[in-house]
Each structure stands twice: as structure tokens, then as C-alpha cells.
Nanobody, 114 residues
Framework: VQLQASGGGLVQAGGSLRLSCAASGSTFSSNVIGWYRKAPRKQRELVAA???????NYADSVKGRFTISRDKAKNTMYLQMNSLKPEDTGVYYC?????????WGQGTLVTVSS
């Protein structure tokens, strides 16, 4: 399965973006899948995850602002990001939990200006 993240862009602080992760080649409906963020000068971190049953988990830094969801019929996962902050800037990737190193794609760049 290939994972392709999209939807990033430049947004002002306080704004919103919606990221999408489309799977091709196979389905990921039975997997736990999540959004990871690589911020400048920081290690890549998990920001949100969703199980096959729809249970969600968030990093403390994004709780209350980000919402992860998945559409099994479309084989797509989403990340709705609201009230964005400059510290949310980074490249966002989708991957499984646990991480499958073969599935890192190009990611999608989110830049939040102050």
C-alpha cells in the first residue's frame, strides 16, 4: 500500500487546514494509522492516530484543535487542523502504528505564519 499526504499550505496563525492521506494499492481499513509531524530542528512526532474502530488519540500539543478521521469507503484519512499556531509548522506525513518505514512518502508541508 502507498500512502500519499496532501492538503498542506501556508496559513496565518489562527487559520485552518485539512490534510488528506490517500491509500492506494491496498486498503488500510484494518490498521491503526496516524499523522506524524517533522518540525524544523525537531524529531518526527506522532500528532494524531485513529484505530480501525474509530478510536482516536492526540498529542497534548494539538488536543482540542486537531481532529483525525478516516473514511474506509474512500480509503482516506483526514486531519482537520484549526486554530493553527506557528509551532504547528512542519512536514506532515501519514503512516501506520507501529511505523512502517517503507510507507513514508513525501509528506505535505504546513507553514503557519505569525
Amino acid at each position: 500500500v502507498q500512502l500519499q499526504a496532501s492538503g498542506g499550505g501556508l496559513v496565518q496563525a489562527g487559520g485552518s487546514l485539512r490534510l488528506s492521506c490517500a491509500a492506494s494499492g491496498s486498503t488500510f481499513s484494518s490498521n491503526v494509522i496516524g499523522w506524524y509531524r517533522k518540525a524544523p530542528r525537531k524529531q518526527r512526532e506522532l500528532v494524531a492516530a485513529v484505530s480501525s474502530g474509530g478510536a482516536t488519540n492526540y498529542a497534548d500539543s494539538v488536543k482540542g484543535r486537531f481532529t483525525i478521521s478516516r473514511d474506509k469507503a474512500k480509503n482516506t484519512m483526514y486531519l482537520q487542523m484549526n486554530s493553527l499556531k506557528p509551532e504547528d509548522t512542519g512536514v506532515y506525513y501519514c503512516n501506520f502504528l507501529p511505523v512502517d518505514a517503507r510507507r513514508w512518502g513525501q509528506g505535505t508541508l504546513v507553514t503557519v505564519s505569525s
